[in-house]
């Protein structure tokens, strides 16, 4: 590989990745707040928040990974030049986020029989219940919100997912200070007013980024921003994209959900242990997460482009980019587990077995990375449907019965339990990267007809 080229390539797929990255620092960050502002009212109102937010949650990762699709398809047009094209996809992908807003909130106005069969302490119920229905409110503009930071992204604007992540952020503690406490007029809702805040937040969320869109001038330009009726051919090629993405992205969120809830049987010691792995997990997973939406649009653009050559080097490159963040998060974790424990617990109890799952993390640091990044790629390619299955087998045939064996019947507890998720991320890391290579090593891609359009990617675009 020549190495200008390959550093070229590494700037190049860093630059997209890094606002992706901080955007989705700032989503959590919000979670971390609306967690703090509940702790405020109790224990009752911090544990009718988490139960909301895990229901939430559920649907949340379903929409955000159909809705991915439009990225794949924006910068596929994008790179062909076809700008006219995204402006009417984009319209299309309005339509398909109305109607899944819609079954969104369906979900949510009738999720007290979840809340009943999770065996939900009564106490619990109407404090949850309340969060769900103020939450619910902001379906909508969160869809709207999704098809308009997908699109940005396809148009390598990835710096839209940092600026709105931030306007979330800011907008957060005072909405939920107005609707927990009072103020303003309203009345004091307590935990359910952080439901209605954060539907509020989203609100204003969508509406920034609308407004974003309307000024600038060359993604205005598409023509995104119109009537349009909706036509079944272009939602469906959507679907056919998006779906196997959403069930991909489902699959793997709850997996994590399914072994956070089977942690809850060994012990309070245990889930608080598990939680600071976790969550510290899940904030440097951000980095290959960011990553892997940037090799999205690199490899998306490239096939527009008609660039094989293209798309080999953006996905190995960025394949590369990943291993090398990965290592450092994970020399990180195995070097220094008891301060990173100790940023969230003074138990020296918890730090114990904090410091063993660390270890653990560190493993899984790589397969982790890989299989997101080689999504990522593939999503690119609009190659979904095999991915889906690899990700069923992966966390579903393979992870979650080796965590329940190795966690219950060999007696590791929360070990066996993290060595199942080792095993499922390993397994979609090695079939995930071979399906990217099998269908690159003898790509052959023809430039757009009637096009002449270059060889070379486009600049990055300007603030």
Known sequence: MHTPGFWRDVRRTFLLALPVI????????????????????GPLALASVAIGSAIWSAGLLFLLGVLMAVSAAVSQLHGAGELRRIGALVRQAFWLAAALAGLFWLYLKSAT????????????????????????WGTPALAGFFVLRFFCEGMSVTRATFYFGMVALLADIPANYVFMY?????????????????????????????????????????????????????????????????????????LFVVVSLLMGTLGPVVVAAHQVAINYSSLVFMIPMGLGTALTVRVGNAVGRGDADGVRRAGWVGLVLVLATQIVSAAIMLLFPGQIARVYTADETVIALVVQLLWLA??????????????????????????MLINIVAYWVVGMPLAWWLGFHAGLGARGLWMGLIAGLSVAAVLLTWRFWRLTAHLQLKPPAGEAVAKQEAPLPSL
């Open 182 to 254: 009072g103020k303003l007029g309203l009345p004091a809702m307590g935990a359910p007013g952080i439901g209605m805040a954060t539907a509020v937040v989203e609100w204003i969320q969508f509406a920034s980024i609308l407004l974003y869109v309307r000024f600038r001038p060359d993604l205005y330009a598409t023509g995104l921003l119109g009537w349009a009726r909706p036509h079944w051919r272009e939602i469906r090629h959507l679907l056919q994209v998006g779906l196997p993405i959403g069930f991909m992205v489902f699959f793997e969120g709850s």
């Open 22 to 41: 901080l955007g989705q620092v700032a989503t959590m960050a919000t979670g971390f707040v609306d967690t703090v502002m509940a702790g405020r009212l």
């Open 113 to 136: 029989p979840i809340i009943h069969w999770l065996g939900v302490d009564p106490a619990i119920h109407p404090l949850a219940e309340g969060y769900l229905q103020g939450i619910a």
């Open 362 to 387: 560190a493993i899984f640091q790589l397969p982790d990375g890989l299989q997101v990044a080689a999504a990522g790629a593939l999503r690119g390619l609009k190659d979904t449907r095999i991915p």
